[in-house]
């Protein structure tokens, strides 16, 4: 059983930036690639970034290409979501997420999940 912590969520003006942390209990962590998820209020959750086991490989929603950039350090078990010019509609409730696959933006391939972290956005 792996446990992920986020943190790093907060209130932001738009423009601004802030860098997420998911903490995993696991000092497996490098065989799962992590996943980055968002849920705004009353809509569905959607995939926001992935990265695989080694970092090599990293993959974006459209939504946020070119402002958002994952990372990951194996050694201290932890990934990353640093997240730049965000905007209003960036407001959400945001996941990390670890899969035994490798490199996978599909939700149902991701088995273990954090609690979330609340990022909000004013115009």
């Known amino acids: 059983q792996v446990q992920l912590v986020e943190s790093g969520g907060g209130l932001v003006q738009a423009g601004g930036s802030l860098r997420l942390s998911c903490a995993a209990s696991e000092r497996t962590f490098s065989r799962y690639t992590m996943g980055w998820f968002r849920q705004a209020p009353g809509k569905e959750r959607e995939f926001v970034a992935t990265i695989s086991r080694s970092g090599g490989r990293t993959g974006y929603a459209d939504s946020v290409k070119g402002r958002f950039t994952t990372s990951r350090d194996n050694t201290e078990n932890t990934a990353y979501l640093q997240m730049n010019n965000l905007k209003p509609e960036d407001t959400a409730l945001y996941y990390c997420?670890?899969?035994?696959?490798?490199?996978?933006?599909?939700?149902?391939?991701?088995?273990?999940w954090g609690q979330g972290t609340q990022v909000t956005v004013s115009s």
């Open positions: 997420a670890a899969s035994v696959y490798d490199y996978t933006d599909y939700a149902r391939q991701y088995i273990y």
